[in-house]
């Protein structure tokens, strides 16, 4: 049977070693002073039987009431919690709305915090991060905050390490929810030191070259005249930015469309 085979094969692969390969039957040695294969075997087999059974978890899920540390971020105990898959402007961000400064880092954290009051939250762990913090999905019952945070325009789908949100993304933007109001520079570009001013920078004194990023993150300019260039549209969201020069979209890591 095909799950018989294939639980198998993971067993063999956790006994031999990644880098090792097994031909016939593994055998025990005694005596040697290390794990044998076999030894190794009856420890994987104990191990995956453990997580069926749910003796052994494989996610450590997370509940209880959340503080909001900013507008990805909870706090459920001690254990901090990044929301998977979307990017919220940081506290100190500031964004344009009718042409006026607009605290949206202040207004994301806002909007979570209204999700989240007074309410029993479980979050569903997906990874860990380089800062240590759970990556989770969290849910309200059986609202997905993620979900409800790009959909209200407070929060953008982080294409980086996930497109679960992309689509509700752009049902925010089409709305012209949160955000998609006014002007607003991407979180992660924001990060690297990226203001809107420069954007407005860029765009006045005539940086004409489009730097676009395609399917699977591919990142492609167009100049003037170029068969795509006046179809392709910049969207800072993903990244997407205007070039004065070519030898700065190549410097940037972007390579000309071939057409």
């Not at 990044?82 to 954290?109: F, M, N, T, Y």
């Not at 945070?149 to 929060?155: F, I, K, Q, R």
């Not at 795509?228 to 030898?247: A, P």
Request: aromatic share 6%.
């Amino acid at each position: 049977m095909p799950e018989m085979a294939s639980f198998s094969t993971k067993l063999r692969r956790a006994a031999c070693g990644p880098r090792q390969r097994c031909h016939g039957p593994l055998h025990f040695s005694a005596g040697t002073g290390r794990i044998e294969p076999m030894v190794r075997l009856v420890i994987s087999a104990l191990v995956l039987l453990g997580i069926a059974l749910g003796v052994v978890p494989a996610r450590a899920d997370v509940s209880g009431r959340a503080t909001v540390t900013d507008g990805d971020t909870l706090k459920i105990a001690d254990q901090r919690i990044r929301l998977h898959g979307i990017d919220a402007p940081e506290s100190k961000q500031v964004c344009k709305l009718q042409g006026v400064d607009w605290a949206c880092g202040k207004q994301a954290s806002q909007e979570l915090r209204n999700l989240t009051r007074g309410r029993a939250i479980i979050c569903e762990e997906r990874d860990r991060d380089r800062y240590g913090r759970t990556v989770a999905v969290c849910f309200d019952g059986t609202r997905d905050l993620n979900k409800a945070m790009v959909l209200s325009g407070m929060a953008l789908a982080y294409r980086r390490y996930s497109l679960d949100y992309v689509e509700e993304e752009r049902a925010a933007k089409t709305a012209g929810n949160g955000l998609w109001a006014g002007r607003f520079v991407p979180p992660w570009e924001w990060r690297r030191g990226k203001r809107l001013d420069a954007v407005a920078a860029d765009e006045q004194k005539g940086c004409r070259i489009k730097g676009n990023v395609g399917r699977g993150g591919k990142r492609i300019y167009h100049v003037p005249g170029g068969r795509w260039y006046d179809q392709t549209k910049i969207d800072r969201s993903k990244g997407e930015r205007w070039f004065c020069s070519e030898g700065e979209a190549q410097d940037a890591g972007w390579r000309r469309s071939a057409q």
